[in-house]
């Protein structure tokens, strides 16, 4: 029984050790102003309101003809109803159009950053060299390369995605901050991250058998094998981390460890992200 409680101690512990892996989509946003969103959406509410309220009234629509009042003639108007009914319905899907965006929605997280509609454009952290901002598109520019070293651009426009394009920043400079090249006086004219902004989830762990280390090239082939930085997510090779028999420092300025003891043992993975601050091997 005893070697029970420990053995279960043991996994508790090594579980709440786990690198946790969290992803924040944001669905992009109209350019039109709100206010002439909503303006026009209650004017077309209205006009379906009163014109369906006047096709089941129709009596209400019928009016002497004018010049004819004395000999009781009248004319019936009961088309204004539909009228009324089919322009309340134009406006509405006016309002609709100017209230959508064709813009791609944006997933930030662990794993970096990703476009899954279209042709499903992804960077993983370690992958990205450069971010920029485009001001006379007003767009957010980030360049890299897949995994396969094809070279990926993804551009983030600010009004449909203010969020998704302060998320960026806000997990690049804790992860990446040497490939920010974005000038002060712009960085501040841009959105800040809203804690409650974009929709959370967690997501699998990272799969690393068949990645290659990032030192040497040599392919992953059994998952105890990997030790992952918690900062970019570059995978390394635990073998060269234990013949050295010090922390391994990864390029992007985190230290990945062959073994971490304690949730406090990586001092150098960032404070203020989405993950836990452990680096640690995903089968741990």
Not at 248 to 261: F, N
């Amino acid at each position: 029984m005893d070697t029970t409680v420990t053995d279960s101690k043991a996994k508790s512990s090594k579980s709440s050790r786990k690198t946790r892996r969290y992803a924040c989509e944001f669905t992009a946003q109209s350019a039109a102003p709100r206010s002439l969103v909503a303006g026009v959406g209650a004017l077309g509410s209205a006009a379906m309101g009163a014109g369906a309220w006047a096709l089941a009234f129709g009596e209400s629509f019928v009016a002497p003809l004018a010049g004819h009042a004395a000999k009781g003639s009248i004319v019936r108007v009961e088309a204004i109803p539909s009228y009324i009914l089919a322009t309340g319905a134009v406006l509405t899907a006016i309002a609709v159009w100017l209230g959508t965006s064709s813009e791609p929605s944006v997933v930030v997280g662990s794993g970096g950053i990703d476009i899954p509609q279209g042709n499903a454009e992804k960077l993983a952290w370690h992958n990205i060299q450069r971010i920029t901002y485009d001001e006379s598109k007003h767009q957010l520019v980030v360049e890299g390369s897949s995994d396969s070293g094809a070279p990926v651009q993804i551009r983030i426009a600010r009004r449909a995605q203010p969020q998704a394009v302060a998320c960026v920043l806000h997990e690049a400079q804790s992860r990446i901050p040497a490939a920010i090249d974005i000038d002060d006086h712009v960085r501040a004219l841009l959105p800040s991250r809203q804690p409650n902004a974009g929709i959370m989830r967690t997501i699998e762990p990272l799969q690393v058998v068949g990645k290659r280390d990032a030192l040497t090239g040599e392919i992953i082939s059994y998952e105890p094998d990997a030790l992952v930085c918690a900062r970019c997510e570059r995978v390394y090779h635990r073998s060269r981390a234990l013949a050295s028999g010090a922390p391994l420092a990864c390029a992007c300025g985190g230290v990945v460890e062959a073994r971490s003891s304690s949730p406090d043992a990586n001092a150098s993975a960032p404070t203020d992200t989405m993950d836990a601050l452990v680096v640690e091997s995903p089968s741990a």
